[in-house]
C-alpha cells in the first residue's frame, strides 16, 4: 500500500518535471529595470535570447532611467538601463555603496521634433527650435508656418528624453513654463497628431505616420544620420551593470551587442550601434 | 470545558479583528512619518515660503527653481470646476433618486451611478485624451484640448458617484415623520423638499460634497493625462494646468534618490496630504454634527 503510494508521487513528479521541460531548470535569473525607452529592446532581446538559453530567466521592468540606475546602486537588478549617462552623483553614490556603475553602450537613440502632420512646415534649424521652447518664437508664421500659436509639447523634467533633448537641442536653457507635460513618448506622440499646432519630441522609435518628423538643420531624423553623425539630435543608450558583466549577465549583453542583438534594435525603431 | 474553550476562541478573534483594525493606523503612521522625514529636508534647502509662493517650477535646471505655487493652483483650479459639475450632478441624481423615482427606476438607476465610481481612473483618462479633449479643442477653436476644464470635467464625472450616494444616503436618513409632519400643516411637496427635507439632510449632503472634492484634488492619472501639464499660474479655465498629483506622478520615477528634487517631491506629497486630512476631518465633523441632529447619537 506504501509502496504503491510512493510510486505514484514519484510519477507525478516526473510527469510535471516532464511537462515544464527546460523551465523546471531554470537557474539562473537576470532582473533588468530602468528606462521605458529601452524597454521594447530589453524585452524582444530578453524574449530571444531566452529561447536560446532555456536555463535563463529574465525579467524587464521600466521605472525610469534613473530608476534603472538606481537598482544598480541598490543591487535590486542585474541591468539597469538608462538613455542618459550616469551622473557623478550617481556614480558616487555607488562607490559608497561599494557598487562600480559600468556603462555598456548598447544602441543608439535619435530624437525627432515631431509636428502634426498637417502642417506645411517641413523642417527648423536647431536656433528655431530653441526659440520655440525658451518661448521667444510662438507662432507658426514665424517659422514660414500658417499664422496659428505654437503648443509646445515637453517631456516631465525628469525623464532622460527631456534631459537629451534639453542639452542637445536648448544649451541647458528653461522650457517656457507654460509648455505642456506629457510623461511618455506615447503621449506626446498622441497630442501632437491631435493638436494641430503642436511641436513635440519623441525617441525615433516611435515615429509614426500619425506624426511629422521634421529635418533639423536640413537633416532628416533618419537612422543613417544619426550613424553617420549629421543629425544632431541623438544619444546612446546604456545597459548598466555592477562592475564589467559577469555569467548570464555578461552572455546577455553580448547577446544585444551581437548582430542578432542589433538587428532587434533596429526593427523597434532604434539605431545600431555600428 | 465547552464553554471555556469558546470563550478563549472568542478571545482570539477578538485579538485578530483588533490587530486587523489597528494595522491601517500603522500604515497611516508609517505613511506619514514617510512624508514628513523625506519632506521636511526640503524646507531647509529651499524655505518654506519659498517653495509654496514660488511661482516657477524648474527642479532638474542647473539653476533649479521649486515654486510650487502654480501647481496648487492648478489642483484648486481643476477641484473647483469639479464641484461645480458633481454638485448639481450628484445633489440632482440623489434629489430625484430619493424623491422623485419610482422604486424600479430607483433599483435600477442607483447601482448605475455607483457603477461609475468602480471604473479605473485611467479609463476615464484615455476617455479624456481620446475623445474629450479633440472635441473642446474644436468646440470651443483653443490651440489644444488638454485644459484645466477638461480636468474638472471628467474629475466632475468621476467625483458625481461618491457625492450623488452619500447625499442619497443623507435623505433617505430623514426620518419619515418630518415629510408627514410637513404635509400634516399643508405644505406641497417642493416646500417639503425645500424648507424640511434638505435642511434635515443638509450636512450630510455638505460632507458628500467635501469627500467629493478630496477625491478629485487627490485623483492622479486622470489629471495627468488629460490637463495637459504646463506648470503656469491659470488665468482661464481654458488653459493647460498642472495639479500637484501630476507633478509627483510624472517626475518621481526617474528623479535621483535623496536630491533636492526627490524631497520637493515629497513635500508636495505632504501638502497634498495636509489638504485631503482637512477636507476628511471638516467632512467627519459635519457628519457627526448631522447624526446628532436627527437624534441618533453617535
Not at chain 1, 509636428?115 to 521652447?133: A, C, E, M, S
Not at chain 2, 500604515?27 to 514628513?36: C, P, Q
Request: charge should be neutral.
Amino acid at each position: 500500500m506504501k509502496n504503491k503510494l510512493f510510486l505514484k508521487v514519484m510519477a507525478a513528479v516526473t510527469g510535471i518535471a516532464l511537462l515544464s521541460g527546460g523551465y523546471a531548470f531554470a537557474a539562473k535569473n537576470i532582473t533588468i529595470k530602468g528606462s521605458t525607452t529601452l524597454l521594447p529592446i530589453a524585452q524582444a532581446c530578453a524574449e530571444a535570447f531566452m529561447n536560446q538559453h532555456l536555463d535563463v530567466d529574465i525579467s524587464v521592468q521600466g521605472g525610469g532611467s534613473g530608476v534603472g540606475i538606481a537598482s544598480i546602486i541598490d543591487d535590486t537588478a542585474d541591468i539597469g538601463d538608462a538613455s542618459r549617462p550616469a551622473k557623478d552623483k550617481e556614480i558616487a553614490k555607488g562607490k559608497e555603496n561599494g557598487v562600480d556603475v559600468y556603462e555598456n553602450v548598447v544602441a543608439l537613440d535619435g530624437i525627432a521634433v515631431i509636428i502634426h502632420p498637417g502642417n506645411p512646415v517641413t523642417g527648423l534649424t536647431n536656433d528655431q527650435i530653441k526659440d520655440i521652447y525658451t518661448g521667444k518664437i510662438s507662432n507658426w508664421k514665424e517659422v514660414g508656418g500658417n499664422d496659428a500659436k505654437i503648443v509646445v509639447v515637453s517631456r516631465d523634467s525628469s525623464s532622460g528624453t527631456f534631459e537629451t533633448f534639453n542639452k542637445l537641442a536648448l544649451d541647458d536653457e528653461k522650457v517656457r513654463p507654460d509648455a505642456l507635460l506629457q510623461a511618455s513618448n506615447q503621449a506626446v506622440a498622441m497630442t501632437i497628431s491631435r493638436t494641430k499646432g503642436a511641436i513635440g519630441y519623441i525617441g525615433m522609435g516611435y515615429l509614426s505616420d500619425a506624426v511629422k518628423g521634421v529635418e533639423v538643420n536640413g537633416i532628416s531624423p533618419t537612422k543613417e544620420n544619426v550613424i553617420d553623425g549629421s543629425y544632431i539630435l541623438a544619444r546612446k543608450l546604456f545597459m548598466y551593470t555592477n562592475g564589467k558583466p559577469k555569467g548570464a549577465t555578461a552572455d546577455f549583453i553580448l547577446f544585444v551587442l551581437s548582430d542578432d542583438g542589433q538587428k532587434i534594435v533596429e526593427k523597434e525603431g532604434f539605431v545600431p550601434i555600428k | 470545558m465547552k464553554a471555556n474553550a469558546r470563550r478563549i476562541k472568542e478571545r482570539i478573534y477578538k485579538y485578530i479583528f483588533s490587530a486587523l483594525a489597528f494595522a491601517s493606523l500603522l500604515f497611516l503612521v508609517g505613511i506619514t512619518i514617510t512624508l514628513f522625514v523625506e519632506g521636511t529636508p526640503l524646507f531647509k534647502e529651499v524655505g518654506f515660503f519659498k517653495f509654496l509662493g514660488g511661482t516657477l517650477w524648474y527642479p532638474t535646471h542647473s539653476e533649479p527653481e521649486y515654486g510650487i505655487l502654480p501647481l496648487i493652483m492648478g489642483s484648486i483650479w481643476v477641484t473647483a470646476g469639479a464641484v461645480a459639475i458633481c454638485v448639481p450632478l450628484g445633489v440632482g441624481s440623489a434629489l430625484f433618486i430619493n424623491e422623485l423615482a419610482s422604486r424600479r427606476t430607483r433599483a435600477f438607476l442607483k447601482p448605475f451611478i455607483e457603477l461609475l465610481a468602480g471604473i479605473p481612473s485611467i479609463v476615464y483618462g484615455f476617455f479624456g485624451i481620446v475623445i474629450v479633449a479633440p472635441l473642446i479643442q474644436d468646440l470651443l477653436n483653443l490651440p489644444v484640448g488638454l485644459t484645466a476644464f477638461t480636468g474638472s470635467l471628467i474629475l466632475g464625472i468621476m467625483a458625481t458617484p461618491t457625492v450623488c450616494s452619500i447625499s442619497e444616503d443623507a435623505l433617505n436618513f430623514v426620518p419619515k415623520e418630518f415629510r408627514e409632519a410637513s404635509f400634516a400643516v399643508g405644505a406641497n411637496r417642493w416646500q417639503t423638499l425645500t424648507r424640511v427635507v434638505i435642511p434635515a439632510a443638509a450636512s450630510g449632503i455638505s460632507a458628500s460634497i467635501i469627500l467629493g472634492m478630496s477625491r478629485a484634488v487627490g485623483e492622479t492619472m486622470t489629471v495627468l493625462m488629460v490637463t495637459g501639464g504646463a506648470a503656469v499660474m491659470p488665468k482661464t479655465f481654458f488653459q493647460p494646468v498642472r495639479p500637484m498629483t501630476a507633478t509627483i506622478a510624472a517626475e518621481m520615477g526617474e528623479t535621483v534618490m535623496g536630491s533636492t528634487h526627490y524631497h520637493s517631491l515629497f513635500a508636495i506629497g505632504l501638502i497634498l496630504f495636509l489638504i485631503t486630512l482637512v477636507f476628511n476631518i471638516v467632512a467627519e465633523l459635519i457628519s457627526r454634527r448631522f447624526r446628532l441632529k436627527l437624534g441618533l447619537g453617535r
